[in-house]
């Protein structure tokens, strides 16, 4: 008897590992496409109905992983946030912490030009969500990377120091998105990025 309770749990694992993947999946197909929808329309004007049927998705299904379409939407920003994370750790190689810090300036513009990923993150995600979740957020995601770098940079400097230096920096990151996305030259507002992480390791 105990071998066959043991044979039956063994086999109602792969249907168990089975309704993971398909839930994986669902929520997977929710987040890209309620991505998709809320950069064409915006947040206020994308509804809950539209992103299932657009998804091919039961509410039900939308409500079994986001408890409202707010929750959704930080899902949405939560993932972006943590592609342009991965884009930027990605990008480090293994050369001086200058160059870390170059190379992933350069990855950090270039994961912010997909289509739309700006305007969500830095433009509409502050107005949705407010200004603390977006920090909480970025202090996880891209803003963790970048105080990382600049602490190998700045061995010699405080972590308080650096953490500040981190948010100022940050800032002119998302200024020279924002330009870019505007229309400004992706190399000049770059090199301008360059210039300001030699100024702030120049005294190391």
């Known amino acids: ?53 657009a998804a091919g998705l039961t509410r039900g299904a939308l409500y079994h992983h986001f408890v409202d379409k707010l929750a959704l939407y930080r899902g949405v920003v939560e993932a972006e946030a943590a592609r342009v994370s991965a884009a930027i750790t990605g990008s480090s190689g293994n050369g001086s912490p200058r160059d870390a810090l170059a190379a992933g300036a350069a990855a950090y513009l270039e994961a912010m ?8 993150l830095l433009v509409e995600a502050p107005a949705v969500l407010g200004s603390a979740a977006v920090e909480t957020i970025d202090a996880g995601t891209s803003r963790a990377t970048l105080i990382e770098g600049l602490a190998a940079a700045l061995p010699a400097s405080p972590s308080g120091e650096v953490a500040a230096l981190a948010e100022l920096a940050s800032a002119g990151f998302d200024r020279a998105a924002i330009a870019i996305a505007a229309g400004a030259d992706p190399q000049l507002m770059l090199a301008a990025l360059l210039r300001i992480i030699d100024g702030l390791i120049a005294t190391e």
């Open 1 to 53: 008897m105990k071998v066959n309770n043991i044979q039956a749990a063994c086999m109602q694992l792969p249907r168990r590992r089975s309704n993971a993947d398909r839930s994986s999946q669902t929520r997977e197909a929710l987040l890209e496409t309620a991505r998709r929808l809320f950069i064409e329309k915006g947040y206020e004007a994308t509804s809950t109905p539209e992103i299932v049927a």
């Open 113 to 120: 030009a997909e289509g739309g990923r700006t305007h969500l």
